[in-house]
């Protein structure tokens, strides 16, 4: 058995794959990468011998066909996907995530491979004010990022419904765990409170984030890639719903800090004000439940931050967040 994993260097990707070479029955893994600012081969353990890491673009059709040949299954979680990115420099994730979708769901075809999975997320249905969100729920995305990974879904339901591409889609909610880059929400606070920094929150800080831990969400990934029907979307939802400022609050207490260290700022352009997924479907069908407590494990990343600081300072210098990028 081979798999390919796009995107496998990055924060999800690369526990993806940790998880499959953790298991000594698992399969080969092949690794598509562009490295980008938040992809860091250092993820990924290097010497594993299922391991094989190629740098490329999920936009290169030639590479994506050329790699794609002797793979039985495919994980697609290759995109840009920072909300405050996209809003200063739309392009690249319209080329990222829609196009090199196309380019890999074209090469998939061709290929004939068995089994695939499209990682996506739960911006893509807009902001809800109460209740949640299921799987036939209409696309109402308010970033371009929303935006481009609603059209990748697209694309992919295309590919089944015109060529019966074995795909299955997954919409997961907000992520937290270790070798997350520190521009997204909780490792930015962490690391800037670990550092005696302010940390930036945006406008009343009532805005409602449902959170999943990185190992819950790749456990789902899994189950979906060897038992979901393709042609069907899948919820992945954590089940703890929180206020970002509730957020900070834990992570105040968990990093010594007071609220003195917390700075208000202007709200994000066209910022979804609540999100929640109904993970009904994947309960009853592939039996899936979140396993990781929301407050044991976020302090379990704060102790990891702190015990791996040479690993973000690294990645700061490499290239730095945007200039706020808060919650």
């Not at 979680?77 to 996209?86: I, K, L």
């Not at 994730?93 to 089994?115: S, W």
């Not at 994000?268 to 044991?296: C, Q």
């Amino acid at each position: 058995m081979r798999t390919l994993v796009t995107g496998g260097a990055g924060f999800i990707g690369s526990h993806y794959v940790r998880r499959l070479l953790a298991d000594d029955s698992g399969p080969e893994v092949t690794v598509l990468d562009k490295l980008t600012y938040a992809g860091n081969r250092s993820n990924l353990p290097a010497e594993h011998p299922r391991l094989t890491f190629v740098h490329g673009d999920v936009c290169d059709g030639g590479t994506v066909e050329k790699l794609l040949h002797g793979h039985d299954t495919v994980v697609h979680f290759a995109a840009e996907s920072h909300v405050d990115r996209s809003l200063t420099g739309a392009q690249d994730f319209v080329v990222t995530n829609v196009l090199g979708t196309q380019v890999l769901m074209d090469a998939c075809l061709r290929a004939e491979v068995g089994r695939i999975v499209h990682v996506s997320t739960d911006e893509v249905y807009g902001s809800i004010d109460a209740g949640s969100w299921t799987e036939d729920h209409a696309l109402e995305p308010n970033s371009p990022y929303a935006a481009s990974k609603a059209a990748a879904d697209l694309v992919v339901r295309a590919y089944h419904r015109s060529h019966g591409l074995p795909v299955m889609i997954t919409r997961c909610s907000n992520n937290y765990g270790p070798y997350q880059f520190i521009e997204k929400a909780i490792p930015l606070f962490i690391t800037r409170l670990l550092s005696g920094r302010e940390i930036p929150l945006y406008g009343d800080g009532l805005h409602v984030r449902e959170w999943l831990h990185v190992d819950d969400h790749c456990r789902a990934v899994q189950l979906v890639l060897e038992r979901g029907v393709p042609g069907e979307i899948y919820h992945i939802g954590g089940g703890t719903e929180l206020a970002n400022r509730d957020l900070v609050r834990r992570l105040l207490v968990l990093c010594g800090a007071d609220r003195s260290r917390v700075r208000p700022v202007p709200d994000r352009k066209g910022h979804d004000r609540r999100y929640a997924l109904d993970s009904g479907r994947i309960e009853r069908e592939l039996g899936f439940r979140p396993a990781v407590p929301f407050d044991a494990g976020l302090a379990e990343v704060v102790r990891w931050y702190d015990d791996h600081r040479e690993w973000w300072e690294s990645a700061a210098a490499r290239a730095a967040p945007t200039p706020e990028s808060p919650l």
